[in-house]
Antibody, heavy 117, light 107 residues
Framework: QITLKESGPTLVKSTQTLTLTCTFSGFSLSTSGVGVGWIRQPPGKALEWLALIYWDDDKRYSPSLKSRLTITKDTSRNQVVLTMTNMDPVDTATYYC?????????WGQGTLVTVSS | DIQMTQSPSSLSASVGDRVTITCQASQGVRNYLNWYQQKPGKAPKLLIYDASNLETGVPSRFSGSGSGTDFTFTISSLQPEDIATYYCQQYDILPFAFGPGTKVNIK
């Protein structure tokens, strides 16, 4: 079965760079049509799509955050890494990674990242 | 960018009631619209994909309809375990956008 799990720091300081890793199993990111995305959710607020990487290394970003985001994949290790630069307290959120065939059908449990000033 | 709106933002209903949530896209998204259920402290769970298709294992009391800009999500008979926030999401045009959510409570 498909599983995903996010890992990374739980606390970062303002202006620092956040690096999150999504480790997955049950599928390959070299399979045509497959993607892995990142979505975040500030406490008590709605979901926000951040970035997506496809099997062919096509990368897509939220326009509002594009200058701060980088998404990469390591197919051999079944991992996707998201980096976000210049973190701010407003970036405090639970960060999820999700498998995408045609839509986000399998999600990780999420990891809460708190940004301190 | 496409904006998604949902109404109502919250509702309270009795067990067994029919519950309807609407989702509107600021421009047409064909039928590329999903519905997710999120319980407190948990990741979202896909319930409906392509506007009206029930994800495997999801109870048949959940349903969806619509295309273009206007979509509807229905719980035919509300159950206590359906207490959650429900989100619509379009995936026709990047950037993918989620609606603001509808919180469903038991009266």
């Amino acid at each position: 079965q498909i599983t995903l799990k996010e890992s990374g720091p739980t606390l970062v300081k303002s202006t620092q760079t956040l690096t999150l890793t999504c480790t997955f199993s049950g599928f390959s990111l070299s399979t045509s049509g497959v993607g892995v995305g990142w979505i975040r959710q500030p406490p008590g607020k709605a979901l926000e799509w951040l970035a997506l990487i496809y099997w062919d290394d096509d990368k897509r970003y939220s326009p509002s955050l594009k200058s701060r985001l980088t998404i990469t994949k390591d197919t051999s290790r079944n991992q996707v890494v998201l980096t976000m630069t210049n973190m701010d307290p407003v970036d405090t959120a639970t960060y999820y990674c999700a498998h995408m065939g045609s839509y986000f059908d399998f999600w990780g449990q999420g990891t809460l990242v708190t940004v301190s000033s | 960018d496409i904006q998604m709106t949902q109404s109502p933002s919250s509702l309270s209903a009795s067990v067994g009631d029919r519950v309807t949530i609407t989702c509107q896209a600021s421009q047409g998204v064909r039928n590329y619209l999903n519905w997710y259920q999120q319980k407190p402290g948990k990741a979202p769970k896909l319930l409906i994909y392509d506007a009206s298709n029930l994800e495997t294992g999801v109870p048949s009391r959940f349903s969806g309809s619509g295309s273009g800009t206007d979509f509807t999500f229905t719980i035919s008979s509300l159950q206590p375990e359906d207490i959650a926030t429900y989100y619509c999401q379009q995936y026709d045009i990047l950037p993918f956008a989620f609606g603001p959510g509808t919180k469903v409570n038991i009266k």
